[in-house]
């Protein structure tokens, strides 16, 4: 599976930012996509997550901030970035998962929230 990021950039605090993540190839109807995010000196996190059925998981930090969507006939998850903060920076991943290849990783998008 490719998964193909877009959307990153620098947006002051306070300010809002859309990401887009296509996934191409073997793709199974049923799997999980989503997004996590590494600073600089920290672990990759879980941002948020959602299954092809719907459910989803935020990291507490972000939740009422964020909110994660997907169009299945798209193959494309999006995350609605808002009230943003200066520990949200950060290189954010899109992440793919099916029980069937297990997991994908894109390429990263860089996410800067500064004035």
């Known amino acids: 599976v490719q998964l193909q990021a877009s959307g990153g950039g620098l947006v002051r605090p306070g300010g809002s930012l859309r990401l887009s993540c296509a996934a191409s190839?073997?793709?199974?109807?049923?799997?999980?996509m989503g997004w996590y995010r590494q600073a600089p000196g920290k672990q990759r996190e879980l941002v948020a997550r959602?299954?092809?059925?719907?459910?989803?998981n935020y990291a507490d930090s972000v939740k009422g901030r964020f909110t994660i969507s997907r169009d299945n006939a798209k193959n494309t998850v999006y995350l609605q970035m808002g009230s943003l903060k200066p520990e949200d920076t950060a290189v954010y991943y899109c992440?793919?998962?099916?029980?069937?290849?297990?997991?994908?990783w894109g390429q990263g998008t860089l996410v800067t929230v500064s004035s």
């Open positions: 190839g073997s793709i199974f109807s049923v799997n999980t």
């Open positions: 992440h793919y998962y099916s029980d069937y290849l297990g997991n994908s």
């Open positions: 959602m299954s092809s059925a719907g459910s989803t």
